[in-house]
């Protein structure tokens, strides 16, 4: 990724497929549909624009680049080309299929962690900012709040998706003499529908991200992390405490801009 623009940070970056007029491919414009993932963040809700600077080590020293939010694939690339496109029993269907993993309905922008700590710890105009616990904070919420953090348990949140599509492709195989064009373009996206409405829930844990990030410096609630992941089953996170080193190099940085 050039630019320091990260646009997904799932793992696994399979390149996808085309197979006649079924697409998962990765690429930011995908050809013939003309889709390009990344327009959720550039060209996304006011809620998608916040950045970090992140200091990165380069021979002429350290230098700043400022992070984008994540281009998440709601149903993930991965997922759709290893359990749809790459099933030869569904080649028929897949002839009749006009879909695109990258159109705007399977696309959603979200923070990554380090955003969340750059509003609430060290963005200038995130508001007046109190001590608490061993943090400097600010007291607003940012202007991503509930939505979860696309690096905190990416592959559990996967393997979900990965189970969804293995259950529709199950109905999909029996019914496929009688499958019409695009029913399973329309049943993938309402599939995309049914994971954002998840995602939008998830953030909501806890009494949503800004609650959790209060309790979780006042260590009043263990379960803080809940909702910041993706997956339904999230994984047990103690709170992080910011290295000052990383924070010295960081501050250095920002001032030799
Ligand atoms: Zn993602
Ligand atoms: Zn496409």
């Not at 998706?161 to 373009?185: D, I, P, Q, R």
């Not at 609650?211 to 909702?227: E, G, V």
């Amino acid at each position: 990724m050039s630019s320091g623009q990260q646009t997904d940070s799932s793992k696994r970056h399979t390149e996808g497929l085309l197979v006649k007029e079924f697409c998962t491919q990765r690429k930011s414009k995908c050809d013939p549909c003309g889709n390009k993932y990344d327009d959720c963040v550039k060209n996304g809700p006011a809620v998608a624009a916040f950045k970090f600077p992140r200091a990165i080590n380069k021979s002429g020293g350290i230098e700043v680049q400022d992070i984008s939010q994540n281009a998440h694939h709601i149903l993930c690339i991965a997922e759709v080309t290893k359990v749809i496109s790459k099933d030869d029993d569904l080649r028929r269907v897949l002839a009749n299929t006009k879909y695109c993993v990258n159109a705007s309905v399977n696309m959603i922008a979200l923070p990554l962690f380090s955003h969340t700590v750059h509003w609430y710890c060290t963005y200038d105009d995130s508001g007046d900012k109190q001590t608490i616990g061993s943090m400097v904070t600010t007291l607003t919420p940012p202007p991503f709040v509930n939505l979860p953090n696309h690096c905190f348990d990416h592959g559990r949140y996967n393997k979900e998706v990965e189970t969804t599509l293995g259950k529709l492709k199950a109905y999909v195989k029996e019914a496929v003499h009688k499958f019409e064009t695009n029913e399973l373009a329309s049943a993938l996206d309402n599939i995309s529908n049914g994971f954002r409405g998840k995602l939008v829930k998830r953030g909501l844990r806890e009494g949503g991200t800004h609650t959790a990030w209060m309790a979780a410096l006042n260590r009043r609630n263990d379960n803080w992390y809940k909702p910041f992941s993706l997956a339904k089953n999230p994984r047990e996170r103690a709170f992080p405490r910011r290295s000052k080193r990383t924070m010295d190099r960081l501050v250095k940085a920002l001032l030799n801009r």
